[in-house]
């Protein structure tokens, strides 16, 4: 069974899995939103990964052999950049994401990418490579073996590639040296609440629940992204606690209606919100019509139709066409269809 025949399978065994009924997941809060004032922080680095197996970079990446000699020259070994003929050694870009609150000494895993022309970074040592912020200043160190979780062996003239052998990890790669200040930002005793999904019905019901929770009116929506939350009184000198019993508290988040589509691959991921209106749309040998429940003869004459009542969801279509042994790319083509039509309320996202 060839490659796309199995993700065309796979892609229909998904849209005929039955999507769940009505009513919303309650959420933790802290995996809604997050404490205005914490974040994250991002450092990069410019390194060598030496001891590769003759995939380094070759000699029409300068600046890998200029690289080399400086890194020499620091330990007393002088040797100009033209007279230097290695291919074990690649010049990378190194990259870290800092978070909140760690302290020096802490560890983080680092992503590797070649810039030159390497052909493989399998079996690499990153060598110490200072990582920095936006500022300009080091706060983390990243050295060790590389992991790339792919491979591309070549038998005679041909070439079998798995994943991107010229990207890697370090697990645990990245010692911390300098912390990175982070503050809860409280002002006027209060804390702001910033949705990783602004949305104003999900705000209004975070609005709801903390006030109903705390028994008193502490939270208001500033906008569709911002809640505001008035410190209690006990919790002036605590702020840390009242914050943990704020992110555990559960909203039901709003989904929009919303259908993302591969056409690469054939997938089709769809949210339960999405409705459609009377249409009538002809795919091929494939008629689908949404009727007007008051009037089921007004159904097309075709050699495989569907009829599905009006303000059905799109798992109702989906399910009918995959009963008639449609295709993905004819359901992706149909849908498609709908929406010009106006006839699906929906946004489709093409992916």
Known sequence: MNRSLRVLLCAALLLTCPIPGSGSVAVRVKDLARVDGIRNNQLMGYGLVTGLEGTGDGTRSL??????ANMLQRFGVTISPTSIRVDNVAAVLVTVTLPPYVRPGDRLDVQVSS??????LQGGVLLQTPLMGADGKVYAVAQGGLSIGGFNPKTGGARVQRNHPVLANVPNGAIVEKEVASEIAIKDNGIRLLLNAPDFVTAARLTATINRSFSAPLAKADDPQAVSVKLPDKFLEDPVTFLAILQDLEVEPDQPARIVINERTGTVIMGENVRIAKVAVAHGNISVNIQDPANPDAA???????NVPDGASVSDVVSALNALGATPRDIISILQAMRTAGALFAEIVLI
Do not use: R
């Open 63 to 68: 600046f890998t052999l200029q690289s080399i």
């Open 300 to 306: 097309p004459k075709a050699e495989k139709i569907v």
């Open 115 to 120: 810039i030159g022309d390497a052909a493989n």
